[in-house]
């Protein structure tokens, strides 16, 4: 099991960029791809990025893409997910998660271990 523990979410201004991060502990890090979800009140759990446990291989979702980087620091066993022009429907908890499994997964299901989340709030 993984244990994951979120920071860098906030209140930011439409327009603005926030870092999310993740700190990954209790197995090795390196073989574990990461994911990034975000959920609203109400809605389900939505997919927004993955990299994988190299690091050399990433995967967005569509509403984000092009906004949105993945990337990860092994020797830290750290994810971060860099946001710029961010928009009030970003407005979320968002999570990291992490799974063995390889290929683009980004259903919840495919993810065994989870962070307790951060707030973004983005403001119009």
């Known amino acids: 099991q993984v244990q994951l523990v979120e920071s860098g979410g906030g209140l930011v201004q439409a327009g603005g960029s926030l870092r999310l991060s993740c700190v990954a502990s209790g197995r090795t890090f390196s073989l574990y791809a990461m994911g990034w979800f975000r959920q609203v009140p109400g809605k389900e759990r939505e997919f927004v990025a993955r990299?994988?446990?190299?690091?050399?291989?990433?995967y967005y979702a569509d509403s984000v893409k092009g906004r949105v980087t993945i990337s990860r620091d092994n020797a830290k066993n750290t994810v971060f997910l860099e946001m710029n022009s961010l928009k009030p429907e970003d407005t979320a908890v968002y999570y990291c998660a992490a799974t063995r499994l390889t290929g683009a997964r980004t259903g919840r299901s495919d993810y065994g271990d989870w962070g307790q989340g951060t707030q973004v709030t983005v403001s119009s």
């Open positions: 990299i994988s446990a190299s690091g050399g291989s990433t």
